[in-house]
Every structure is written in structure tokens, then in C-alpha cells.
């Protein structure tokens, strides 16, 4: 699977979106892109993910460039509870169901 | 049910006691898994199953034996840990992917072990 590259920690004001990019410019065809969050001492929690296509849904929106190198999870009015670590991961869809974790982006909502 | 249930929440054992870690799911999940993470690290794939069968060990030590009983339980055995193997303990659930189904992965809460 592809490795991903987030900044460490954003920071953005409560009620503003807040725009995490992830950088997979080695992403294959058949790789998708996949966010999930973990707010502390909780389990990860799934986000989105995407092909090629934006995608939205009732938490966030991806945005994928057109050569598939970098997308974008869009929070469009971020709260206090956003408050959590986001995690952009690549995998392929196959029988080896491995999702595998990078570093992530700390993401701190203010007040 | 679109829960991953985990317990306990908490365990506290010695490096001499064989203690079980337990997770559910009632969703028609078939793949299921444990994760293992550090504090402040992201998690680390250990085991994966597909169809109640171990698909994937991830080099984990044998002092951790999974096992999967039916298709809606997977247990963690531990025997004979290390304080270094205390961590949160995660397990998750999804759709088996290679259906064309490209479903995200439901996770628990987790079980906060410490190893004395």
C-alpha cells in the first residue's frame, strides 16, 4: 500500500472549516483513500474514502486532485468534539483487508 | 447493532497470569481484527480473520493467542506478557472487501491493559 505524508498537528477556531491534506503521490490505480479519526482514548472512527471521485457525506468532505497524488478531508464547521487525531490512509481493496496506520494529524479545535 | 463491543475496558495482570481480552460484533461483519497501540503512536495491525479463520499474524509473539470462536466473537488469550506489552487493545470489524463492497472498518473502545 502506498505511505502517506500529514503534517503533525493543525489547529483551527471552532464553527470554521478545517482543511486536513494528506500528500500519497505514490498511490496506485486500484488504491483508495480512506480517513478515519480517533478522539482520545476512543477507538479510530471511519470517515470517508474515495477513488477518484469527491466524495461527501453527513461528517466531512474528500477532495481527490486529478492525478490522484493528494487529497483533502474537508470539516465544514468544525466543533469542539472534532478535536482528535485524522488519519489518511491508502489500501487496495483485495483479500488481505489490511488497513494500515500512519503518523497522522493531530487536529486541536479552539475555542 | 453497529457496535463493536470490547471487554473489559480495563485489565491490570501479572507477567505470570493468563488473562483473555473479548470483542462482538452483530453487524455481519466476516473480517475481524486486533490492533495494538502505544500511547501516542497510531495503532498497529497484530492479527487479522477472515471467515473465522486467522488470515494474517502480523510476527505478533505467541504469548498473544487469538481465536475466533464463531463469526461474531474474537478473543485475545494472553499468557506469560512483558510490561512492554502494555497498551489499548483494539478490535474491529468490516465487510470482507474483496466482495467489491469497499466498506470502512467499525472499531471498539478497546481494553486499556497494563502489565506489571
Known amino acids: 500500500d502506498a505511505k502517506t505524508t500529514q503534517p503533525t498537528s493543525m489547529d483551527c477556531a471552532e464553527g470554521r472549516a478545517a482543511n486536513l491534506p494528506c500528500n500519497h503521490s505514490?498511490?496506485?490505480?486500484?488504491?483508495?483513500v480512506y480517513w478515519y479519526r480517533q478522539i482520545h482514548s476512543q477507538g479510530p472512527q471511519y470517515i470517508i474514502h474515495g477513488l477518484k471521485n469527491n466524495e461527501t457525506n453527513e461528517m466531512a468532505s474528500l477532495i481527490i486532485t486529478e492525478d490522484r497524488k493528494s487529497s483533502t478531508l474537508i470539516l465544514p464547521h468544525a466543533t469542539l468534539r472534532d478535536t482528535a487525531v485524522y488519519y489518511c490512509?491508502?489500501?487496495?481493496?483485495?483479500?488481505?483487508?489490511?488497513?494500515?496506520f500512519g503518523s497522522g494529524t493531530r487536529l486541536l479545535v479552539r475555542p | 447493532d453497529t457496535e463493536v463491543t470490547q471487554t473489559p475496558k480495563h485489565l491490570v495482570m501479572g507477567m505470570t497470569n493468563k488473562k483473555s481480552l473479548k470483542c462482538e460484533q452483530h453487524?455481519?461483519?466476516?473480517?475481524m481484527y486486533w490492533y495494538k497501540q502505544k500511547a501516542k503512536k497510531p495503532p498497529e495491525l497484530m492479527f487479522v480473520y477472515s471467515y473465522e479463520k486467522l488470515s494474517i499474524n502480523e510476527s505478533v509473539p505467541s504469548r498473544f493467542s487469538p481465536e475466533c470462536p464463531n463469526s461474531s466473537l474474537l478473543n485475545l488469550h494472553l499468557h506469560a506478557l512483558q510490561p512492554e506489552d502494555s497498551a489499548l487493545y483494539l478490535c474491529a470489524s468490516s465487510q470482507v472487501q474483496y466482495t467489491g463492497t469497499p466498506g470502512g472498518y467499525t472499531f471498539g473502545s478497546g481494553t486499556r491493559l497494563t502489565v506489571v
Open positions: 453487524m455481519g461483519h466476516r473480517a
Open positions: 490512509i491508502v489500501r487496495v481493496l483485495d483479500s488481505s483487508y489490511k488497513l494500515i
Open positions: 505514490t498511490i496506485s490505480g486500484n488504491e483508495y
